[in-house]
Nanobody, 121 residues
Framework: QVQLVESGGGLVQPGGSLRLSCAAS????????MGWYRQASGKQRELVAT???????NYADSVKGRFTISRDNAKNTVYLQMDRLKPEDTDVYYC???????????????WGQGTQVTVSS
């Protein structure tokens, strides 16, 4: 059984920083793309940033230059460094990963439980 566990959300003032972490655990054979999405109540979940196993990145236009995604393949962990946060970044942030479990032929997509990020003075 594969699980994604997120940490690092919270309340921060505009202009501040937060760092989110997401660790995948379980019987993992290989981890492919990992990333972050966010969703406000009543809205669709949207991409924030993704990173391939080889390091290729993709960012939403709204976060380019402010957020940085990184990962540690040895630890099956992905991070999101969020700087110069704005009130409109307030959302629930979800970790996402494509993982092939041990003994499985095909990879599956997994989601974390979500962590709240609130940017407010």
């Amino acid at each position: 059984q594969v699980q994604l566990v997120e940490s690092g959300g919270g309340l921060v003032q505009p202009g501040g920083s937060l760092r989110l972490s997401c660790a995948a655990s379980g019987n993992i054979a290989n981890t492919y793309a990992m990333g972050w999405y966010r969703q406000a109540s009543g809205k669709q979940r949207e991409l924030v940033a993704t990173m391939s196993r080889g390091g290729d990145t993709n960012y939403a236009d709204s976060v380019k230059g402010r957020f940085t995604i990184s990962r540690d393949n040895a630890k099956n962990t992905v991070y999101l460094q969020m700087d110069r946060l704005k009130p409109e970044d307030t959302d629930v942030y979800y970790c996402n990963a494509v993982i092939r479990g041990a003994g499985s032929i095909l990879p599956l997509q997994y989601w974390g439980q979500g962590t709240q990020v609130t940017v407010s003075s």
